[in-house]
């Protein structure tokens, strides 16, 4: 549901952290989304800068947002702004007295805190600062430990660290509403985790993922590539059920080589789900199964709200599929059920075939893919993306690998129902032909390490 431009929307500073810059806005467009809202910025809008200035219609949609974001650190209600203190002061001195004085009676206790980016300011700069603030109708008592209500004062001196200008760009003042979960990063960061392995998925990186899917409370959440379950995880923390399957048995059964070092072979209890056991969501994991994800073990139907994925590359996790390049004798009944069948290289354009064509047919309406897709620089144009007739694209944000491959994050929203002849739109028409370059991704990322390696000697 689209939001007015009217005067149902109050001014939000949104104060971001300085990293993944692309997935910023993809994640706050996909919040206010689940948050049945619309993201506005305002007219100077500047994607790569921590301040953002945005139009909420209400505090409690402004705090909802912020209990699922990592990019964001804080949001404040803006009572002013000004490229000088002179100008904020004017724009403070405007701002509707009825605002202000809900929170500045008799009474109450506060605290006015100071924040420069790009610049660090001494003790005695901040007081004087806090002081210039006097004009302001505060009635309460100054509260250092527990106030009721914190304010501050935010200054913008540029993103270069280098040139940092004597005076600031911008300067803000608001009252503070909400922090983001930026907390989550380290609270489930991938050293900590009880099972992991050669592409466990950073965690910060993960719960972007699961804010692009829009993953909510009894969703039910599929990884065709799941390894040691990271993204299992983070979708698990905001309530969705979760499953996955991997081609390699080792993984999916905690059995094999350990990832860690000083540690040769897996314990008896590194699995996914005690990944889970570790952050108590063990009661969101339904199952993880070995299968091949290129042949379809699902019934036929809209199963899954969203599904999320990091396929491999062919760098630290081999692209496989089962099958044979020659004629071997089928295991006899007796042995058919312990046979694992051989397995054939992968190809990465078969994989987002076989991926595009999964999703189109098992998500929901509206559900929503999320996967990485692995690119060369110098052969990237958003031509290679994998598209298909059901699925449209959302965003698409760059990660950096190496100075000459990265990686993309591919989300696309289901919009159209499945139908047969749409498993071969890639034969039918060019404009879901996969590019065949994905293929030699490999080659091209170790030929660039080759020649940098060669460089260095």
């Not at 501050?152 to 200008?165: F, I, K, Q």
């Not at 059920?241 to 008896?268: E, F, L, M």
């Not at 189109?360 to 994998?386: C, F, H, Q, T």
Request: charge should be neutral; charged fraction near 25%.
């Amino acid at each position: 549901m689209a939001l007015s431009s009217g005067n149902v929307c109050r001014r939000f500073l949104l104060l971001l952290a300085q990293e993944n810059l692309e997935f910023r806005l993809p994640e706050l467009k996909s919040l206010f989304s689940l948050c049945a809202g619309q993201l506005r910025c305002e007219e100077n809008f500047d994607e790569k800068s921590p301040f953002w200035i945005l139009q909420i219609p209400s505090e409690d949609m402004a705090k909802g947002i912020m209990k699922r974001t990592v990019c964001a650190k804080s949001i404040f209600e803006l009572w002013g702004q000004g490229r000088t203190h002179e100008e904020l002061y004017n724009s403070l001195k405007n701002y509707p007295a009825d605002r202000m004085i809900p929170f500045l009676h008799c009474g109450s206790t506060y605290q006015i805190k100071v924040y420069a980016f790009n610049k660090t300011l001494t003790q005695k700069e901040r007081i004087q600062k806090i002081d210039n603030l006097d004009f302001l109708p505060f009635q309460g008592t100054v509260n250092l430990k527990n106030p009721e209500h914190v304010f501050w004062l935010l200054e913008d001196y540029g993103t270069d660290p280098n040139h940092a200008p004597e005076k600031p760009f911008s300067i803000y003042f608001g009252r503070w509403i909400a922090d983001g979960r930026r907390e989550l990063i380290n609270l489930y960061s991938v050293k900590k985790r009880h099972f992991i392995g050669n592409t466990s998925m950073d965690a910060g990186l993960a719960f972007l993922m699961a804010n692009h899917a829009k993953t909510r409370a009894n969703d039910l959440v599929f990884d065709p590539f799941v390894g040691t379950g990271s993204l299992l995880v983070a979708c698990a923390h905001f309530g969705a059920y979760v499953c996955g399957t991997d081609i390699d048995y080792n993984i999916i059964h905690g059995r094999g080589k350990a990832s860690r070092k000083n540690q040769k072979w897996r314990g008896p209890d590194e699995n996914i789900r005690a990944n889970l056991r570790q952050y108590g969501l063990e009661e969101f994991y339904i199952d993880v199964l070995v299968s091949d994800a290129s042949k379809n073990i699902w019934r036929r139907g809209k199963l899954f709200d969203a599904i999320i994925t990091d396929p491999p590359y062919g760098i630290r996790e081999s692209t496989r599929k089962t099958g044979s390049q020659k004629e071997i004798l089928k295991p006899t009944e007796e042995y058919m059920e312990s046979h694992v069948p051989v397995s054939v290289s992968y190809h990465l354009s078969d994989i987002f075939i076989d991926l595009l064509n999964f999703a189109a047919e098992n998500l929901v309406m509206n559900g929503r893919l999320v996967y990485w897709l692995p690119v060369y620089k110098l052969d990237y144009s958003e031509d290679v993306i994998p598209q298909h007739p059901c699925l449209k694209l959302i965003s698409n944000c760059e990660q950096s690998l190496t100075t000459h491959t990265s990686r993309q994050l591919i989300t696309m929203e289901k919009v159209k129902e499945f139908e047969d002849k749409d498993r071969y739109a890639h034969l039918i028409d060019a404009k879901y032909s996969p590019y065949m370059g994905h293929n030699s991704f490999r080659d091209k990322y170790f030929s660039g390490v080759m020649k940098k390696i060669s460089k260095e000697n």
